[in-house]
């Protein structure tokens, strides 16, 4: 159906300020309210007190008169719904590249159901658009993808603030989506204070439909529970991510999500399975086969807890760390009982060998996103909680003498798992696997443990820690050009150059080497930027340095989205020794 919302030309000399017109146009659709996008010819609005049949096409002429873009092009391009055709290319970009990478808010057959029908809200739609702009290569956007994703984000939280916030505003499932979505949107643009109000805002709308209790969806349809417990779900995962830093706790408290964990019975009336059951399990009751998604579930839940413990120092225990009774200990329990209850290989946790296909029992590669992420953040939760800066920090606070055995072994696991997080890491990008954002921080987690022990080493030949260091950076360097703020944590990596004394008082297991001295005050600042996820995706800095390390021309770099778009990666996991084309 030929879309009429916007004018193809408007004839006229002037030349008004892009972003105020764009600004006012939104503000037309935010009156609009809950307009059927579909009937894209004709709405009803109530001007008077009588009720018009007016053209959408007059309508907005009316309130823009004949201004034009500098362009020359249309002044509403981006700012309402394109054709049928060019949603469905915008759902293949987004089933392919952002579902499942870690979020799900609905089902994929569903979804596409409710867009034939065209039964979806069109701030949602809108919000869709600017999500999918930052990948897609469809010609509809003409190349301008991040005008797309500006002026789609910018209309579409117009309507989704005036529906909210009206009189008779209210909540619904399409609401708390598209909020989730607004907020993941401005924080990766660096935009962290927006982000955070709308992740707040999100949360908040969540508990308003009581998306996390259990009982409230005893009468809601198959259906609607799936949608409702895959966004609930969603939501909790973006805000334990997001949160990752010294000021951030996240809103959402375990203790209050009784909902059941994402399953194959989704939905289902007869299978109970709440988070408590996997974070404080009871020994001798078994536990059924856990979803992958369930899996991410329990390490955001677990990283919760170790960035409260090792970052925020909250804890309720009084216990050394090297106690049986202590949170320390109750975390690492929770680690380990995360391999038991993975859906992988015993090769998944082999350090001896490289990360690969081999590890996952199911290798269907619509899954694969989410038994990639549990393991990531199963391997970030251990260099984490076993950082020897922060168990350093923590022991020099606390005026506690530690055990040389206690440090060797946690500096050995923290180093450990950093190799394995790279062994990962370097996998994705080898089979140019879609990159969840979150995969940046992560690489930046690692990279500085390697390069840690490569200053501690004080060699002049390249160690295997140099080594491992330029893989993290290679990743992200080599990302898809749109992840902007990948660059931005190279930067971090790149600058990241500690002496060999400093990074020997580190990760020496002697606790009486001390790093906290007052010339070391600029370094440890910045090593504990290292561990705020929002300090590295800040807009505010730099995405080049001025003086780099020669890089290595690695063969894993991405062109951009549009090579995993145009790859034909089958529905599988590669086998050993295949690539993409």
């Known amino acids: 159906m030929k879309d009429k919302v916007c004018a193809d030309r408007v004839t006229s000399t002037t030349q008004p300020d892009n972003t105020n017109l764009a600004a006012r146009i939104a503000m037309i659709e935010s009156r609009l309210g809950m307009v059927d996008w579909g009937a894209n010819e004709y709405v009803i609005v109530n001007l008077r007190p009588q009720r018009y049949h007016v053209s959408l096409h007059q309508l907005l002429l009316a309130e823009i008169g004949s201004e034009v873009f500098t362009d020359g092009r249309r002044s509403s391009t981006f700012t309402c719904i394109p054709e049928l055709e060019t949603l469905r290319s915008a759902a293949d970009t987004y089933f392919r590249l952002c ?4 979020y799900v808010y609905f089902e994929e057959s569903e979804f596409r159901e409710k867009l034939e029908e065209r039964c979806l809200p069109t701030y949602f739609l809108l919000t869709f658009l600017a999500i999918v702009a930052r990948y897609s290569n469809d010609p509809y956007f003409q190349d301008r993808n991040a005008l797309a994703m500006e002026r789609f984000a910018g209309a579409a939280w117009n309507q989704i603030s005036g529906y909210i916030f009206s009189n008779d505003g209210g909540a619904d499932i399409e609401t708390v989506q598209a ?53 609930f779900w969603s939501v909790y995962l973006l805000d334990k991510l997001v949160s990752v830093g010294r000021h951030r706790p996240p809103t959402i408290l375990d203790a209050d999500c009784t909902v059941s964990l994402p399953s194959s019975y989704f939905g289902s009336r007869k299978f109970y399975l709440p988070l408590s059951a996997i974070t404080q399990p009871v020994e001798g009751v078994e536990m059924p086969e856990l979803d992958d998604f369930a899996l991410t579930i329990l390490m955001a839940s677990t990283l919760g807890r170790t960035i409260r413990y090792c970052l925020q120092h909250v804890s309720n225990s009084s216990y050394a760390l090297w106690d049986s009774r202590s949170e320390f200990s109750n975390i690492h329990g929770t680690l380990l009982n995360f391999e038991t209850f993975s859906n992988s290989h015993s090769e998944a946790f082999d350090v001896t060998v490289d990360f690969g296909p081999s590890a996952a029992r199911n290798a269907d590669f619509a899954g694969c996103g989410h038994f990639l992420f549990a393991h990531v953040l199963y391997h970030l939760n251990h260099c984490i909680l076993h950082h020897p800066f922060l168990l350093k920090y923590r022991f020099q606070a606390s005026k506690t003498r530690a055990p040389c055995t206690f440090m060797r072994e946690a500096i050995s696991r923290n180093k450990e798992h950093a190799d394995r997080l790279v062994s990962i890491l370097k996998f994705l990008q080898s089979q140019r696997l879609p990159l969840p954002s979150f995969y940046g921080f992560c690489a930046v987690i690692a990279g500085v443990i390697q390069c840690l022990h490569s200053a501690a080493t004080s060699s002049d030949t390249v160690s295997p820690e140099g080594y491992l260091f330029q893989i993290c950076l290679d990743f992200l360097e080599h990302a898809p050009q749109q992840y902007v703020h990948f660059r931005r944590m190279s930067v971090v990596l790149r600058t990241f150059q500690p002496s060999s004394a400093y990074a020997n008082a580190i990760v020496s297991p002697i606790t009486s080497q001390n790093c906290f001295t007052t010339q070391n005050e600029d370094m440890n600042e ?30 894993f770099g991405y062109r951009g989205w549009e090579s995993l778009l145009g790859a034909d990666v089958g529905g599988l996991l590669m086998p050993e020794g295949a690539a993409l084309p």
């Open 99 to 102: 579902h499942n990478h870690p």
């Open 179 to 231: 909020t989730s979505m607004m907020a993941m949107n401005d924080f990766l643009l660096g935009r962290h204070q927006s982000a955070w109000v709308k992740i707040g805002l999100c949360v908040r709308l969540a508990q308003t439909l009581r998306l996390g209790e259990q009982s409230a969806y005893d009468e809601w349809p198959d259906k609607k529970r799936r949608e409702g417990c895959m966004t």
């Open 526 to 555: 910045f090593l504990w930027n290292t561990f705020d996820y929002g300090w590295l995706c800040d807009a505010k800095r730099p995405s080049t340095v001025e003086d780099p390390f020669p890089g290595s021309g690695s063969e």
